[in-house]
């Protein structure tokens, strides 16, 4: 069967305007995931937290647009520089933090559903590589 050259799902020009945006670099591994994977959703969507082993499920990959337009909204909201990357089945939103601090790089879930404002973000990973590498198929616990 013959093989195609896929297109990037997200281009440089659009992680451009989106840095430009909001005065941030993001990470290269980020970008270069999202280039691939971006709008898809993937098998290996299970995601368990070092914090407690719970278990986080990966509904799809972002696009530039769900992801710009989220982002103003959770700075408007949280005043936090969060990058909406994923969400889950049931909405919830897979963010990179990108504030200054110890949170910084981290990994956060906006529960926006089920949560009050002040509970609504919680940290699962340390990383974008931690939580990647921790995706998994098995829906059982570490």
């Not at 990470?27 to 070092?50: C, D, M, Q, R, W």
């Not at 909405?91 to 559903?113: A, E, K, P, Q, Y």
């Not at 609504?120 to 590589?129: P, V």
Request: glycine residues 8%.
């Amino acid at each position: 069967m013959r093989l195609f050259t896929v297109k990037e799902r997200i281009q440089d020009a659009e992680f451009l305007f989106l840095e430009n945006e909001t005065k941030l670099t993001l990470p290269n591994s980020f970008k270069s995931f999202l280039k691939v994977y971006g709008g898809l959703a993937i098998t290996e969507n299970n995601f368990f937290t070092k914090f407690g082993a719970e278990l986080f499920q990966v509904g799809q990959f972002m696009m530039f647009d769900e992801i710009l337009n989220l982002t103003k909204e959770l700075w408007l909201i949280h005043h936090r520089h969060l990058i909406p990357f994923a969400f889950d089945p049931g909405g919830w939103h897979f963010c990179l933090c990108m504030d200054n601090g110890i949170d910084s790089g981290g990994i956060f879930v906006n529960r926006w559903t089920d949560h009050l404002r002040e509970n609504q973000l919680i940290k699962i990973a340390n990383s974008f590589e931690e939580f990647i590498e921790g995706l998994t198929s098995s829906q059982e616990g570490a």
